[in-house]
């Protein structure tokens, strides 16, 4: 069979002493977590322990608000067991996944600089940076996302990942460190830039929300009437003789600013590069869908199609070498054909000849995935377990 197929990027199969897959790792390294956790609960021995083990982070508040202890009650009735672990599965991931986009973003955005050729300082030096470089102590601690310098003016950003998301309390939260510097008539020792920086600006509506919500903040310190029209303008305002605050809207907005602090004529196009680097990977929507879809056959069939292509894989005595791993789009074509043409169970969740054979393609990539991690594989699920 001559077919192409669909090609994967899979960061967890490439080399990992490759620069560029290191660098990427880097930056995606709490989804990779994420993806990792999805294929080793897939490819669980006890399926008490693998992906049905989802079922345990179900508290009783879920169990009443969402009528799954109702559910749980009929679950002799495999589609009312189905909900329960397919609810369960669905809360494990989103609340997983949200807690690790914010890690990406801030990421992404200590890479660009650093490409930028501006020092970045790793998040666990922020509180030293402050204190000792800027003579910033404040009562209470406080956050920062980035913290970068460029040998004559220190760079704080503040990421807020959508305009749509965050109450009043979240709004205020992004400028308690330049308002609580006032309050307690802190001299800071070099020049601050503080960005905060709205990645996704969707239709703005929450814009001016956020506007006032700085504004009521700083209200008490510093006189707002020139403030409003400046950062709805993505101006910067000075709010103290050493720190100027910016709003940026958008990767425009905010790639204009960091042009101006790093003062690298090629920043923009670092910008766009790094995120189209970071854009093209494949490992967690792959784990994510596949282990979506076989909850569903292991919770209403009792057994996966995991399950069913690793007995094939043995029937077959195949082994994944080093060497598979390494060439793995070939390797998983390859063993993917030979098993296409054994598949007479009736499990696959597509039913093209050619789609059949491209996710049986996935389901040995995945397998590849839990070969090569299987050594992490209770450590990573134990720790997910306590997440909630």
């Not at 199969?13 to 880097?26: A, G, Q, Y």
């Not at 008490?220 to 050493?242: A, M, S």
């Not at 766009?272 to 056959?297: C, G, K, M, N, P």
């Amino acid at each position: 069979m001559g077919q192409e197929l669909q090609d994967r990027k899979l960061i967890l199969l490439e080399d990992d002493m490759d620069p560029s897959i290191s660098k990427l790792k880097d930056i995606l390294e709490s989804p990779l977590g994420l993806a990792k956790a999805l294929v080793c609960l897939s490819f669980g021995q006890d399926s008490s322990r693998g992906l049905l083990s989802v079922r345990e982070k179900l508290d009783s508040i879920k169990r009443m608000a969402a009528g799954l202890a109702s559910a749980e009650a009929k679950s002799d009735y495999k589609v009312a067991n189905y909900a329960v672990y397919l609810f369960a599965f669905q809360q494990f991931f989103h609340s997983s996944y949200r807690a690790r986009q914010g890690n990406v973003l801030e990421a992404v955005v200590r890479t660009i600089l650093t490409d930028s050729k501006v020092i970045v300082y790793k998040k666990n030096k922020h509180k030293f940076v402050l204190r000792n470089q800027l003579g910033i102590v404040t009562r209470s601690d406080h956050d920062l996302d980035v913290m970068a310098w460029n040998q004559l003016e220190y760079l704080l950003v503040q990421i807020r990942s959508r305009d749509d998301t965050g109450g009043t309390t979240a709004k205020g939260s992004l400028v308690e460190l330049p308002r609580d510097i006032l309050r307690e008539r802190i001299s800071v020792s070099s020049p601050v830039r503080y960005v905060i920086y709205v990645w996704e600006p969707l239709k703005e509506n929450q814009k001016q929300s956020l506007i006032n919500k700085i504004l009521g903040e700083l209200r008490e310190q510093v006189n707002t009437t020139v403030l409003e029209e400046k950062l709805d303008h993505g101006e910067p305002v000075e709010i103290h003789e050493k720190i100027k605050l910016q709003l940026a809207y958008g990767a425009k907005q905010f790639a204009d600013i960091l042009l101006q602090f790093a003062k690298n004529p090629q920043v923009k196009n670092v910008f766009e590069r790094t995120i189209q680097f970071v854009s093209s990977w494949d490992d967690l929507w792959l784990s994510y869908a596949i282990s979506s879809l076989e909850l569903e056959r292991l919770t209403i069939d009792s057994k996966s199609n995991f399950q069913i292509m690793e007995e094939k894989l043995k029937s077959d005595n195949i082994v994944f070498t080093r060497e598979d791993l390494r060439q793995y789009l070939e390797a998983s074509k390859t063993y993917a054909v030979k098993l296409l043409p054994k598949w007479t169970e009736d499990t696959l969740p597509v039913s093209s000849p050619a789609d059949q054979l491209i996710y049986i393609r996935d389901l040995i990539l995945l397998k590849m995935i839990h070969q090569k991690i299987q050594g992490e594989c209770s450590s990573i699920t134990e720790q997910f377990r306590k997440i909630d």
